[in-house]
């Protein structure tokens, strides 16, 4: 089980996640914990399903069953909650959910923000700050870090599609072949995170 955190402000942070749920042709769990924020259910166009959120779920309140929602056939969500304050949790929480979520048969746990554990991989909309990750992807609005893997810089060319105008030369040449389909903008829609992720 792979875990994996998208780190951007809230809707771009959305629209990648958005992306990567339609693309991961695995079965995918994402831990909203962007607390009191619901940016990311009301991009997926669920929050009116959420019931029970994930500190309803660490503190004992519900089980898994209840607390997720079904995104589509093969991502589920567990919602950030509306009063972070009513339970503390702790990296061990967090540890027993992932014990739980892989013996469920998660391939995937994508997360919106970092409670403390060391992530597989990491993919990241702007600026990047240095911390334990296996794989560091960048893309860009203004500056790069050399730490990461460059995807590229995405810019819009209208209000719904996304293209690349640059990256970096030492991409392979199969990921080179994506990101020229968006500068000749013959793809638009995020297909290079399918280039990256799909396993």
């Keep these: 089980m792979i875990k994996l955190q998208i780190d951007s402000e809230s809707k771009k942070k959305a629209l990648i996640i958005q992306g990567l749920s339609n693309l991961l042709d695995k079965k995918v769990m994402i831990l909203d914990l962007d607390h009191p924020s619901r940016q990311l259910e009301y991009g997926l166009g669920v929050e009116d399903l959420i019931v029970y959120d994930i500190l309803d779920l660490l503190s004992g309140t519900c089980d898994l069953e209840k607390a997720k929602i079904g995104v ?9 909650s509306i009063k972070p304050e009513k ?3 702790d990296l061990q929480d967090y540890k027993d959910l992932l014990e739980d979520l892989e013996s469920q048969g998660y391939d995937y746990v994508i997360f919106t ?29 203004n500056k790069r870090s050399s730490d990461a893997t460059f995807i ?3 810019t819009y060319k209208d209000r719904y599609d996304l293209m690349i105008d640059s990256y970096s ?15 000749n903008k013959k793809e638009a829609k ?3 995170l399918d280039r990256i992720f799909r396993r």
């Design 152 to 154: 590229g810089r995405l």
């Design 169 to 183: 030369d030492t991409v392979d040449d199969d990921l080179k072949e994506v990101l020229d389909n968006y500068i």
């Design 113 to 141: 923000k970092n409670p403390g554990l060391v992530m597989d991989e990491r993919l990241a909309w702007g600026d990047i700050e240095s911390y334990s990750t296996e794989k560091i992807y960048q893309i860009v609005d």
């Design 87 to 89: 339970y503390d949790s």
């Design 190 to 192: 995020l297909s290079l």
């Design 72 to 80: 589509n056939e093969r991502v589920d969500l567990l919602a950030s």
